[in-house]
C-alpha cells in the first residue's frame, strides 16, 4: 500500500525495503511478486528482518531474560542464520536484477559474509554481532572474508556473488576430504600440545633434582668447612 501510494504521488527517490523472514517459500514469491512491481522505485531489500515472538528464559532467575513485552521479542543472532541465507537466496531468484538484495541475520565472521554472497547478496549487514564485539567487528569480518577469498583464489566479490553450486557427490567428497585433514591438523595439534607439556614437566622435575644436588653438596661443604664431621666423630 504504501509502495503505490508512494508511485501514484510520482516520487522519485530510490527505496530499500526490509523485509521479515519469510518460513514459507509461497509468501517469499508473493512478496517478490509484488516488490517487482515496483522495481524501478525499489534500489535494494535487505532480507531478513528478527524472527517474531521468540522466549528466552534464564534458568538462575526462572523468568525472561528481557523486561518488556513479557519476555517476547525478536530473536536475532547465529539462531537466525539459515533462514536468512535461504530468504536472501530466495529472493535472489525471484527478484528483478535491478533490486539488489542486502544479507543480513547471523553474520559473525568472514565465513558468514562469504555463505551470503554465494547466496546471491550484494551486501551484508550485521547487528546483534556488532552490538556484541563492538565496531571493531567489521574489519575483523572483512579480513576473514578477505583471507577466504585469497585461499579459494577469488579476487573480487562478483566472482562469488550469486555462484552457489548444486549440491554434487564430486562436492560431497571435497567436504568430506576437508573435513578429515582438519580433524587430523587437530588431532596433530593437541599431540603436540600433550608432548610440550611432558617436556616441560620432564625439565621442571630435572630442575627440581638438580637444585636438591646442589643443596646437598653445600650442605656437605659447609660441614666440612665448620668441622662438624669432626664433631660428629665422623673423621
Ligand atoms: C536490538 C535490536 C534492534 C533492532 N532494531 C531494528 C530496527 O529498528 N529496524 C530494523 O529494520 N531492524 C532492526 N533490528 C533487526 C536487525 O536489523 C537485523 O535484521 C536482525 O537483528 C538480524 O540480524 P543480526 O542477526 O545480525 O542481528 C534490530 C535488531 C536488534 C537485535
Given at each position: 500500500m504504501i509502495l503505490s501510494t508512494l508511485q501514484k504521488k510520482k516520487y522519485t527517490f530510490s527505496l530499500g525495503l526490509k523485509l521479515p523472514p519469510y518460513l514459507d517459500s509461497k509468501h517469499l514469491q508473493q512478496a517478490a511478486t509484488i516488490i517487482n512491481a515496483y522495481s524501478k522505485m525499489v534500489r535494494y531489500v535487505a532480507s531478513i528482518n528478527t524472527i517474531g515472538n521468540a522466549l528466552s528464559v534464564d534458568?538462575?532467575?526462572?523468568?525472561?531474560?528481557?523486561?518488556?513485552?513479557?519476555?517476547?521479542a525478536g530473536l536475532s543472532g547465529p539462531a537466525v542464520k539459515y533462514t536468512a541465507l535461504a530468504n536472501v537466496r530466495q529472493m535472489r531468484n525471484h527478484l528483478d536484477a535491478a533490486i539488489d538484495v542486502v544479507g543480513v541475520g547471523g553474520i559473525e565472521t568472514g565465513e558468514d559474509a562469504f555463505l551470503f554472497l554465494l547466496c546471491g547478496a550484494t551486501a551484508v549487514q550485521v547487528g546483534t554481532c556488532h552490538w556484541k564485539e563492538g565496531p571493531k567487528c567489521f574489519d575483523r569480518i572483512c579480513d576473514e572474508l578477505k583471507a577466504i577469498m585469497a585461499e579459494k583464489g577469488y579476487s573480487k566479490v562478483d566472482d562469488i556473488k550469486g555462484k552457489l553450486k548444486a549440491w554434487s557427490k564430486e562436492g560431497a567428497a571435497l567436504t568430506r576430504a576437508a573435513k578429515k585433514k582438519q580433524q587430523a591438523e587437530e588431532e596433530e595439534e593437541e599431540a603436540n600440545k600433550t608432548d610440550a607439556a611432558q617436556e616441560k614437566k620432564d625439565e621442571d622435575y630435572s630442575l627440581k633434582m638438580m637444585n636438591n644436588i646442589l643443596m646437598v653438596v653445600i650442605v656437605a661443604l659447609l660441614a666440612q668447612r665448620y668441622g662438624l664431621y669432626e664433631y660428629l666423630g665422623l673423621e
Open positions: 534458568p538462575v532467575s526462572e523468568a525472561p531474560f528481557i523486561s518488556s513485552n513479557n519476555g517476547l
